[in-house]
C-alpha cells in the first residue's frame, strides 16, 4: 500500500486515513491540491463566470479611489498601497499639506514588485517600523518586515530612508533571518529581538521564548541574552516605549492567549513586574498605566470591574511607591448593552471607543487637578466609528474613520488638545471620502435579535432589499466567527456588495457569543466547554431568518473563516439541516490534532487541551470527527492557503477527503500562497472571493 492510500496513526493512536495530506509541500499532497483546484476551478468557471467577476472585484481592490491610510512619522506620512500596477504594492511617503489634496504627491521608497523582480523572490510585505530619531537627527533608520508568499514568519531588513536604499549586512545593517519573530529598534545601534535562536527557544506554538539585545555589527546569534520565557509559555515579546523623556524598554512575557505578565527592563538588566493579573491588558504610557482586565479585581482598595478601563500612575506599581490612596482611576465601566470596544492614549489623553448593542461611540477622558473627566465627541458621526492615533508620543490628533454595512469609508481628522483646556476639540476635517464600489440603491441595513437556546438575545445585522422578495426567491448568506473576544461591527464591504447584495442576494452578519460584542462575559461564555453556545446562537439566528421570512432554508447559506471556519464547519456536521450550501475558509476543523499543527498550541486557552481530558468535550465541536455517513450534507466550499504557517491547510484537506469519502456534495480550493489571509495581492484575492460568490449563485442564489 503507497504512503498515500496508507491509514497512518495519530497521536492519541486512533487511524487516520488522511493524516497525510498535512504534509504541507510533499508532491503527492500538492498534485492532489492541484486535482481539486483544477476540478473546482472547472466546475465553477465552465462559463467564463469566476473570470468575469474576478476581474470586476480586482478593479475594486485597484480603485484608486480608495483611502490611502496613514501613519505619521515626522514630517511625512507614510502609506502603502497597492493597485493593478503594483500587486504587491508601494511603500511611500508625502506630506500632510499635499495629503490633504485631490491628488496627493507620493515619494516611492520600497516597490516591492521590483524588489522581487530584482532578487528572484515572492515577498509580501509585513509592515515597517521607524527609529524616531534624537533631536535634530534626520528620520533614517527603518526595520522593514517581507514574508515569502504571506506567510506569518518573515524576514527583518534595515532600510535607509536619506539614502533609500537597505543597508547590506557587510555595511552593518541589522538583517533578520526566516522566522516568526520581531526587531524593535532602541536607538541607531541597537534593537530588541526576538527570534528562532535554535532548539528550546521557541514554544510548543512555534513562537520565541527569548528576548535579546543586538548591537550593530555583531552577529544575531550573539545578541545579548535579556529574557526567556517559560517553555509552557505561549511567546516572549519586546518593545521600546519611545515617547520623548519616557523612553523604556518592556517584555510581555505571553503566557497564553489572554494571560501576559508585562515586566520593565531596568538598566542593569533586571526586570521589574508590573503587579497585576494575568488577565489584564496592562499598557504604560508616558507616566500613566492604563489597565483593561478580563475579570474583576482590586487595587488598593479600588474594583477594577472586568470589561473596564482604569488608569494609574506609572510609579505606583514600581518599586519605592508611598504615594496617597487610591491608586487607580476607573474611567469606563461596561454595562449588559456597552462594552469596550477599543481605546488608546495620546500625548496628553485617553480615547475610548465604546459600543452600545454593536454600534460605536466616541469619548476622550481629559486629565485635571479633580481626576479625570469624560466628554463624548463627534457623536453624529454615522456608522461604525473607528479612531487611531497621529502620533500619540507627541501629539493629540486623531484620526477618524466612519463607515458602515453600506457606508463606505470617510477619513476625518481632529485635533484634541483644545480639550485640555475645557474647550472643543477641532472640528472634524474631511481628509478622504472613499466613493460607493456597488450600487446600494434600494438596500437597507436593520438590527434584530434571536433567542438563542438558554434563552440568550442574539443580536444580528440583515442587510438587504428594502421591498424583500419572497422568502423562496431570497438567498441569504450569514457570516460570523464567535471567538477570540473579537467583534463584527458593521463594517463597508465592497466585494460582498458587488458580488452578493448588487445583484439581489441578502447578507446577515450574527454577534454570537465568544466575540467581544459584548465584553469579556460575552466572550467568555463560548469558551471551551462552552464552546456549543456559540454555535447555538448561531443555528438560532438562521432559525430567525427563516421564521421572520426572509429566506428559506434552500436559500440560506453560512460562511466563515478560521476560527469562523470552525464555526461553519460545525454548522455543516452539528446543523447541517439549516442551511443550503456552506462554505468554510483556512478553518480548524481536526481539533484532536490541532495543537500539534502550526500555532495550534496558541489557542488551548480558546478551545482547550485536546491531549487531555478536556477531549471530552472538544470532540463535540470536532467536525472533522463529527462527520456522519447517514447524514444528507448540503453543498461545501472549502478554501485554504498553502503558505498559512498559522491554521494548518491539513484541517481543510483532510475534511475535504473525508466528505467525499461519504459522497458528499465537497469541492475545494487551495491558494498556493496568501498565508492566512488566503491571498497574497488583489488579483488572488479577487480569484478567491469570485470563486465563493459563484458557489453561492450555483447553490443558493441560481
Same mark, same amino acid.
Given at each position: 500500500?503507497?504512503?498515500?492510500?496508507?491509514?497512518?496513526?495519530?497521536?492519541?493512536g486512533?487511524?487516520?486515513?488522511?493524516l497525510?495530506?498535512?504534509?504541507?509541500?510533499?508532491?503527492e499532497?500538492?498534485?492532489?491540491?492541484?486535482?481539486?483546484?483544477?476540478?473546482?476551478e472547472g466546475e465553477?468557471?465552465?462559463?467564463?463566470?469566476v473570470?468575469?467577476?474576478?476581474?470586476?472585484? +480586482?478593479?475594486?481592490?485597484? !480603485?484608486?479611489?480608495?483611502?490611502p491610510?496613514? +501613519?505619521?512619522r515626522?514630517?511625512?506620512?507614510?502609506?502603502?498601497?497597492?493597485?493593478a500596477e503594483h500587486?504587491?504594492?508601494?511603500?511611500?511617503?508625502?506630506?500632510?499639506e499635499?495629503?490633504?489634496?485631490?491628488?496627493?504627491?507620493?515619494?516611492v521608497?520600497?516597490?516591492?514588485?521590483?524588489?522581487n523582480?530584482?532578487?528572484g523572490?515572492?515577498?509580501?510585505?509585513h509592515?515597517?517600523?521607524?527609529?524616531?530619531?534624537?533631536?535634530?537627527e534626520?528620520w533614517?533608520?527603518?526595520?522593514?518586515?517581507?514574508?515569502?508568499?504571506?506567510?506569518?514568519?518573515?524576514?527583518?531588513?534595515?532600510?535607509?530612508?536619506?539614502? +533609500?536604499?537597505?543597508?547590506? %549586512?557587510?555595511?552593518?545593517?541589522?538583517?533578520?533571518?526566516?522566522?516568526?519573530g520581531?526587531?524593535?529598534?532602541?536607538d541607531?545601534?541597537?534593537?530588541l529581538v526576538?527570534?528562532?535562536?535554535?532548539?528550546?527557544?521557541?514554544?510548543?506554538?512555534?513562537y520565541?521564548l527569548?528576548?535579546?539585545?543586538?548591537?550593530?555589527g555583531?552577529?544575531?546569534?550573539?545578541?545579548?541574552?535579556?529574557y526567556?520565557?517559560?517553555?509552557?509559555?505561549?511567546q516572549?515579546?519586546?518593545?521600546h516605549?519611545?515617547s520623548?523623556?519616557h523612553?523604556r524598554?518592556?517584555?510581555?512575557?505571553?503566557?497564553?492567549?489572554?494571560?501576559?505578565?508585562?515586566?520593565l527592563l531596568d538598566?542593569?538588566?533586571? *526586570?521589574?513586574?508590573?503587579?497585576?493579573?494575568?488577565?489584564?491588558?496592562?499598557h504604560?504610557?508616558?507616566?500613566l498605566? #492604563?489597565?483593561?482586565p478580563?475579570?474583576?479585581?482590586?487595587?488598593d482598595?479600588?474594583?477594577?470591574?472586568?470589561?473596564?478601563?482604569?488608569?494609574?500612575?506609572?510609579?505606583?506599581?514600581?518599586p519605592g511607591?508611598?504615594?496617597?490612596?487610591?491608586r487607580?482611576?476607573v474611567?469606563f465601566t461596561?454595562?449588559?448593552?456597552? !462594552?469596550l470596544?477599543?481605546?488608546?492614549?495620546?500625548?496628553?489623553?485617553?480615547?475610548?471607543?465604546?459600543?452600545?448593542d454593536?454600534?460605536?461611540?466616541?469619548?476622550?477622558?481629559?486629565?485635571?487637578?479633580?481626576g479625570?473627566?469624560?466628554?463624548?465627541?463627534?457623536?453624529?458621526?454615522?456608522?461604525?466609528v473607528e479612531?487611531?492615533p !497621529?502620533?500619540?508620543?507627541?501629539?493629540?490628533?486623531?484620526?477618524?474613520v466612519?463607515?458602515?454595512?453600506?457606508q463606505?469609508?470617510?477619513?476625518?481628522?481632529?485635533?484634541?488638545?483644545?480639550? #485640555?483646556?475645557?474647550?472643543?476639540?477641532?472640528?472634524?476635517?474631511?481628509l +478622504?471620502?472613499?466613493p460607493?464600489?456597488f450600487?446600494?440603491?434600494?438596500l437597507?441595513?436593520?438590527q434584530h435579535f434571536?433567542?438563542?437556546?438558554?434563552?440568550?438575545r442574539?443580536?444580528?445585522?440583515?442587510?438587504?432589499?428594502?421591498?424583500?422578495?419572497?422568502?423562496?426567491?431570497?438567498?441569504?448568506?450569514?457570516?460570523?466567527?464567535?471567538?477570540f473576544?473579537?467583534?463584527?461591527t458593521?463594517?463597508?464591504?465592497?466585494?460582498?456588495g458587488?458580488?452578493?447584495?448588487?445583484?439581489?442576494?441578502?447578507?446577515a452578519?450574527?454577534?454570537?457569543?465568544g466575540g467581544?460584542?459584548?465584553?469579556?462575559?460575552?466572550?467568555q461564555?463560548?469558551?471551551?466547554q462552552?464552546?456549543?453556545?456559540?454555535?447555538?446562537d448561531?443555528?438560532?439566528?438562521?432559525?430567525?431568518?427563516?421564521?421572520?421570512?426572509?429566506?428559506?432554508?434552500?436559500?440560506?447559506?453560512?460562511?466563515?473563516?478560521?476560527?469562523g471556519?470552525?464555526l461553519a464547519?460545525n454548522m455543516l456536521t452539528?446543523?447541517?439541516?439549516?442551511?443550503g450550501?456552506?462554505?468554510?475558509?483556512?478553518? #480548524?476543523?481536526?481539533?484532536?490534532?490541532?495543537?500539534?499543527?502550526l500555532?495550534g498550541a496558541s489557542? %488551548?486557552?480558546?478551545?482547550?487541551?485536546p491531549?487531555?481530558?478536556?477531549w471530552d468535550?472538544?470532540?463535540t465541536f470536532?467536525?472533522?470527527?463529527?462527520?456522519?455517513?447517514?447524514v444528507?450534507?448540503?453543498?461545501?466550499?472549502?478554501?485554504?492557503?498553502?503558505?498559512?504557517?498559522?491554521v494548518?491547510?491539513g484541517?481543510a484537506?483532510?475534511?475535504?477527503a473525508?466528505?467525499?469519502?461519504l459522497?458528499?456534495?465537497v469541492?475545494?480550493?487551495?491558494n498556493?500562497e496568501?498565508?492566512?489571509?488566503?491571498?497574497?495581492?488583489?488579483?488572488q484575492?479577487?480569484?478567491?472571493?469570485?470563486?465563493?460568490? *459563484?458557489?453561492?449563485?450555483?447553490?443558493?442564489?441560481?
Amino acid at each position: 500500500m503507497s504512503e498515500r492510500n496508507a491509514a497512518l496513526p495519530s497521536p492519541d493512536g486512533t487511524v487516520d486515513p488522511h493524516l497525510w495530506l498535512e504534509d504541507v509541500t510533499g508532491e503527492e499532497t500538492l498534485a492532489w491540491v492541484r486535482n481539486h483546484n483544477a476540478h473546482a476551478e472547472g466546475e465553477l468557471d465552465a462559463d467564463g463566470e469566476v473570470t468575469e467577476l474576478a476581474a470586476q472585484l +480586482k478593479r475594486i481592490l485597484d !480603485s484608486p479611489a480608495s483611502i490611502p491610510h496613514v +501613519k505619521r512619522r515626522g514630517d511625512h506620512l507614510y502609506n502603502f498601497w497597492t493597485d493593478a500596477e503594483h500587486p504587491r504594492g508601494l511603500w511611500r511617503r508625502t506630506t500632510p499639506e499635499s495629503f490633504r489634496t485631490d491628488d496627493p504627491e507620493w515619494e516611492v521608497l520600497i516597490d516591492v514588485d521590483a524588489l522581487n523582480e530584482v532578487e528572484g523572490q515572492d515577498w509580501v510585505w509585513h509592515g515597517a517600523s521607524v527609529l524616531r530619531p534624537a533631536e535634530g537627527e534626520p528620520w533614517r533608520h527603518v526595520i522593514v518586515d517581507l514574508s515569502h508568499g504571506g506567510s506569518d514568519a518573515d524576514v527583518s531588513r534595515e532600510f535607509d530612508l536619506v539614502e +533609500k536604499r537597505f543597508v547590506p %549586512v557587510a555595511e552593518g545593517g541589522f538583517e533578520r533571518p526566516e522566522a516568526k519573530g520581531n526587531l524593535d529598534w532602541v536607538d541607531r545601534d541597537t534593537v530588541l529581538v526576538t527570534h528562532d535562536f535554535g532548539p528550546g527557544t521557541l514554544s510548543t506554538s512555534g513562537y520565541p521564548l527569548q528576548v535579546r539585545r543586538w548591537r550593530r555589527g555583531t552577529p544575531l546569534d550573539s545578541a545579548e541574552l535579556l529574557y526567556t520565557a517559560a517553555p509552557t509559555d505561549m511567546q516572549a515579546a519586546a518593545w521600546h516605549e519611545d515617547s520623548p523623556g519616557h523612553e523604556r524598554d518592556w517584555i510581555y512575557r505571553i503566557r497564553s492567549f489572554y494571560e501576559n505578565d508585562l515586566l520593565l527592563l531596568d538598566d542593569d538588566g533586571s *526586570t521589574t513586574l508590573i503587579d497585576v493579573p494575568a488577565d489584564c491588558q496592562a499598557h504604560p504610557h508616558r507616566d500613566l498605566l #492604563l489597565l483593561a482586565p478580563r475579570t474583576d479585581f482590586e487595587v488598593d482598595g479600588v474594583r477594577l470591574p472586568a470589561g473596564s478601563l482604569a488608569v494609574a500612575p506609572l510609579r505606583s506599581f514600581l518599586p519605592g511607591w508611598q504615594g496617597q490612596l487610591p491608586r487607580a482611576t476607573v474611567l469606563f465601566t461596561p454595562t449588559e448593552t456597552t !462594552s469596550l470596544a477599543d481605546w488608546f492614549p495620546t500625548r496628553d489623553l485617553i480615547v475610548v471607543v465604546a459600543q452600545e448593542d454593536v454600534r460605536t461611540s466616541l469619548t476622550v477622558f481629559v486629565p485635571g487637578d479633580d481626576g479625570w473627566r469624560a466628554e463624548p465627541i463627534h457623536r453624529d458621526l454615522p456608522g461604525t466609528v473607528e479612531a487611531i492615533p !497621529s502620533d500619540a508620543a507627541i501629539n493629540n490628533v486623531v484620526q477618524v474613520v466612519a463607515s458602515g454595512f453600506l457606508q463606505p469609508p470617510t477619513l476625518y481628522l481632529t485635533d484634541l488638545t483644545p480639550m #485640555l483646556a475645557g474647550e472643543a476639540p477641532s472640528p472634524l476635517e474631511q481628509l +478622504k471620502a472613499e466613493p460607493s464600489h456597488f450600487d446600494a440603491t434600494g438596500l437597507a441595513v436593520t438590527q434584530h435579535f434571536a433567542m438563542s437556546d438558554d434563552g440568550t438575545r442574539v443580536p444580528y445585522f440583515q442587510i438587504g432589499p428594502v421591498d424583500p422578495r419572497p422568502a423562496e426567491e431570497s438567498p441569504t448568506l450569514l457570516q460570523g466567527y464567535g471567538g477570540f473576544e473579537i467583534s463584527l461591527t458593521p463594517s463597508y464591504g465592497p466585494l460582498s456588495g458587488k458580488a452578493w447584495l448588487e445583484r439581489g442576494g441578502t447578507l446577515a452578519v450574527a454577534n454570537i457569543r465568544g466575540g467581544g460584542e459584548y465584553g469579556p462575559a460575552w466572550h467568555q461564555a463560548a469558551l471551551k466547554q462552552h464552546r456549543y453556545r456559540a454555535y447555538q446562537d448561531f443555528a438560532a439566528v438562521a432559525r430567525d431568518l427563516v421564521a421572520r421570512g426572509v429566506t428559506t432554508r434552500e436559500r440560506l447559506a453560512c460562511q466563515g473563516g478560521s476560527n469562523g471556519g470552525l464555526l461553519a464547519g460545525n454548522m455543516l456536521t452539528t446543523y447541517p439541516g439549516l442551511f443550503g450550501a456552506v462554505v468554510i475558509q483556512v478553518p #480548524l476543523l481536526d481539533m484532536r490534532r490541532y495543537t500539534h499543527l502550526l500555532a495550534g498550541a496558541s489557542w %488551548v486557552a480558546e478551545y482547550g487541551d485536546p491531549d487531555s481530558s478536556d477531549w471530552d468535550f472538544i470532540r463535540t465541536f470536532s467536525p472533522y470527527h463529527l462527520l456522519d455517513e447517514t447524514v444528507d450534507y448540503p453543498a461545501v466550499l472549502i478554501t485554504t492557503s498553502t503558505r498559512d504557517d498559522r491554521v494548518h491547510p491539513g484541517h481543510a484537506r483532510k475534511m475535504t477527503a473525508a466528505l467525499e469519502g461519504l459522497g458528499a456534495n465537497v469541492r475545494y480550493w487551495e491558494n498556493m500562497e496568501g498565508g492566512h489571509g488566503g491571498a497574497a495581492d488583489n488579483a488572488q484575492a479577487a480569484r478567491m472571493n469570485a470563486l465563493i460568490w *459563484t458557489f453561492l449563485t450555483h447553490t443558493i442564489g441560481g
